[in-house]
Nanobody
Framework: QVQLVESGGGLVQAGGSLRLSCAAS????????MGWFRQAPGKEREFVAT????????YHADSVKGRFTISRDNAKNTVYLQMNSLKPEDTAVYYC?????????????????WGQGTQVTVSS
């Protein structure tokens, strides 16, 4: 089992940047592929980005491609989401998730463990 704790959220002006971190407990972090999702008020949780076990493969949603970058440091048991050129529509609670199968999954049902989320608010 793995426990996930997100951090790095906050309030930022449009055009600004934030870097989210997700720290994982346990010694098997490198066995999981990881993902970032977000959920805005009144909306379903949506896929943002995913990364393979080694970090060698990534996939980003079209809505964030070119602005957000997922990365991981297995030595630190941490996955990151660098968010640049933020827009008001990026406002949401951001969640990280872990997938035991190690695949690049795009849907919530394919992830086994979730963090508690961190709020990102982008003002116009």
């Amino acid at each position: 089992q793995v426990q996930l704790v997100e951090s790095g959220g906050g309030l930022v002006q449009a055009g600004g940047s934030l870097r989210l971190s997700c720290a994982a407990s346990g010694r098997t972090f490198a066995a999981y592929s990881m993902g970032w999702f977000r959920q805005a008020p009144g909306k379903e949780r949506e896929f943002v980005a995913t990364i393979s076990r080694s970090g060698g493969s990534t996939y980003h949603a079209d809505s964030v491609k070119g602005r957000f970058t997922i990365s991981r440091d297995n030595a630190k048991n941490t996955v990151y989401l660098q968010m640049n050129s933020l827009k008001p529509e990026d406002t949401a609670v951001y969640y990280c998730a872990a997938d035991r199968r190690g695949v690049l999954a795009l849907v919530t049902d394919e992830y086994d463990y979730w963090g508690q989320g961190t709020q990102v608010t982008v003002s116009s």
